[in-house]
């Protein structure tokens, strides 16, 4: 009998030896002072340091000199992509808008549906191109004017905005570009103040109160 409790104690000794000596004994003095943050609490025979499972920093690293957040130059192809996209849909369905009621007195033929496929893919086509040179313009401005100024603000896209517009309606003479600067000038306007609206509104009710 005392050989059977001698052998079940040798055996409990040896797993406590195996997951750590004086498993239950080392969590209560060791570990029991490590903050378990959002964690519960784990089991004693893990031989695991709990502080090495808390992540307070970043889950990526970053090359030197690399920003958080994307900028210009990285947003470009973001937005001529999704210009050129947004042209050729808009094109199209409108296309096919008018392409059905011009060929409306036609009977479903090929021929009416040649017709319809012909003006979808011109105008498709065209608007993606359009929308995707002024996407290309704008990027290219906002490239060169954050790089000239060294800073990165709504002055930037507005300023960019206003030399896209008036690039594109060169051709137009004086007047054109006129014209094309004010477009450009009052839609990025609108753009910057959508984009700051809560700040806005946030800096008059500090101030109002």
């Known amino acids: 009998m005392e050989s059977s409790q001698g052998s079940g104690n040798k055996t409990t000794g040896g797993l406590a030896g195996f997951f750590g000596a004086g ?35 970043d889950e ?9 957040t994307w900028g210009r130059f990285e947003l470009a192809f973001f937005t001529m992509g999704g210009c050129c996209m947004a042209g050729a849909a808009f094109g199209t ?24 496929l012909n003006m979808v893919t ?18 290219a401005f906002g490239v060169i004017i954050e790089k000239t100024r060294g800073a990165e603000d709504d002055l930037n ?21 006129a014209r094309g600067g004010l477009a450009g000038l009052t839609l990025t306007s609108l753009y910057a103040l959508c984009n700051n609206w809560e700040y806005m509104k946030g800096s008059l009710l500090q101030q109002s109160l």
């Not at 060791?30 to 808390?54: C, E, I, K, W």
């Not at 369905?93 to 319809?116: A, D, F, H, Y």
């Not at 011109?122 to 995707?132: D, P």
């Open 93 to 116: 369905m409108n296309c096919l808008r008018l392409g059905l009621k011009e060929t409306q007195n036609m009977s479903w033929s090929k021929p009416r549906n040649v017709q319809i």
């Open 60 to 68: 990526f690293i970053l090359p030197t000199g690399a920003n958080k």
């Open 122 to 139: 011109r105008q498709g086509a065209l608007w993606a191109n359009t929308l995707g040179f002024l996407a290309l313009l704008y990027s």
């Open 157 to 177: 896209t507005v300023a960019a905005g206003t030399m896209t517009g008036m690039l594109y309606k060169c051709t137009g003479g004086l007047q054109g570009v």
């Open 23 to 57: 498993g239950a004994g080392l969590w209560h003095t060791d570990l029991a002072r490590v903050p378990l943050t959002g964690m519960n609490p784990l089991s004693p025979y893990l031989n695991v340091d709990p502080r090495y499972l808390v992540q307070d920093t």
